[in-house]
């Protein structure tokens, strides 16, 4: 009886704890449901807004750096646009300009056989012709309106590089009647024909220049000779031979004016050919195709004197202006004295009285050359 007491008592405290639970709480107010659902959206709000500037933060640091007047889209939006750079597009390599430079073999060589350039034909020794094309070249080879030559040649003792172990090169060009119309002489690879230091070399066109090589000498038909005299730092030179024909020529160059070379002077500041102490000898030349003044396009002038016999006594070459022909010039010419020199020639022989001739002769740069002779008299030699 006292067991079925205490198990009603357990059951009516349990029940009046239920009673009081259910029963005693209180009913949540209007008030108290609206400040939770703003406080859970605030919350929802902020987690959205950090997840957005997470995920541009991230994006940011990945790509590459831009320009900072790039926009950037806001923070608050829910769809992140990346702040990207497009690739630039590649630019095509340029496509380099061809070099052409056809060749012939030399027609003929003579002295250092071992100096030669890279091509293998005709065992090394060849002339380039830059800017021509193969459809123009032909052996022997024909030009009508310009000419463009170069040499390509080294010492295989000293190198294998154009230029390597050689001193200089240089060009005579001789017309058909053996007349010589250009020179020129390079110390630096590349050779050209007309100088410069492009391997195409500037090319001489015949028209540009009034149909004269650049000596002034008249551009003709017909064939042509250039001896080309390789000088190597070591050993014996080389000459090699190139051949080649000039056509077309439609309207060829006036003949060029002749050469002036007159006699200026005989004794001191005098052309009195009674000479009796003193003689100077002076011969002022110049090419009028090249300019007017003494010297003018002349490469030297040579003087000779016969005495009474035909003998010649004296013989000397000038190459500057002003032309005496005992020297000086620099202004005035050196002059001889008979009495100081004892009355002899400076070679030796004695000075006479009587008739004797004075020769001259001026060559020019164009292969072309005048003379001149005079006879004076010289008296009062003891």
């Known amino acids: 009886m006292k067991r079925k007491e205490r198990c009603w008592l357990w059951f009516a405290l349990l029940a009046a704890l239920w009673l009081a639970a259910c029963g005693g709480a209180d009913e949540p107010t209007p008030d108290r449901i609206a400040t939770r659902v703003a406080e859970d959206r605030a919350v929802a709000a902020t987690l959205t ?27 608050a939006t829910n769809t992140p646009v990346p702040p990207t750079v497009a690739p630039t597009a590649a630019q095509p390599t340029p496509t380099p300009t061809p070099i ?28 380039l012709l830059p800017g021509f094309a193969r459809a123009e070249v032909s052996n022997p080879l024909i030009l009508r309106d310009r000419i463009a030559l170069r040499v390509e040649v080294f010492d295989p003792a000293q190198g294998r590089s154009d230029g390597d172990g050689i001193e200089s090169v240089t060009f005579n060009i001789n017309d058909e009647n053996g ?52 000088q190597p730092v070591r050993g014996d030179p080389a000459i090699w031979v190139f051949r080649f024909r000039i056509e077309g020529i439609d309207s060829p160059a006036d003949e060029p004016p002749e050469l002036v070379a007159e006699l200026v002077q005989m004794g001191y500041g005098a052309l009195d050919p009674r000479v009796t102490a003193t003689l100077v000898f002076q011969v002022e030349a110049y090419d009028p195709a090249v300019g007017n003044q003494d010297g003018d396009g002349i490469v030297n002038v040579d003087f000779e004197i016969y005495d009474p016999n035909g003998e010649r006594v004296y013989a000397k070459t000038e190459n500057t202006a002003h032309y005496c022909a005992f020297g000086g010039g620099e202004p005035e010419c050196n ?8 009355y002899h020639w400076p070679d030796g022989a004695p000075i006479q009285n009587g008739p004797h001739q004075l020769a001259w002769t001026a060559h020019a740069r164009d292969g072309r050359s005048t003379t001149g002779e005079w006879m004076i008299e010289i008296e009062n030699v003891p």
Do not use: K, M
Not at 54 to 61: F, G, H, K, L, V
Not at 103 to 120: C, I, Q, Y
Not at 335 to 342: L, P, S, T, W, Y
């Open 49 to 75: 807004a950090d997840a957005a500037l997470t995920q541009i933060s991230t994006a940011t640091s990945a790509a590459p750096a831009v320009a900072t007047n790039t926009p950037v889209p806001a923070a």
């Open 335 to 342: 002059r001889f004295i008979f009495a100081d020199n004892a």
């Open 100 to 127: 052409i430079i056809e060749s012939l073999p030399v027609d003929g060589e003579d002295g250092n056989l071992n100096l030669r350039g890279s091509l293998e034909r005709n065992e090394g020794r060849n002339v």
């Open 179 to 230: 007349n010589a119309v250009h020179t020129n002489r390079e110390e630096r690879a590349p050779y050209c024909l007309f100088g410069g230091n492009d391997p195409l070399c500037t090319p001489f066109f015949f028209a540009d220049n009034g149909y004269h090589w650049p000596n002034g000498a008249p551009i003709t038909n017909g064939l042509h000779e250039t001896a080309i005299i390789i």
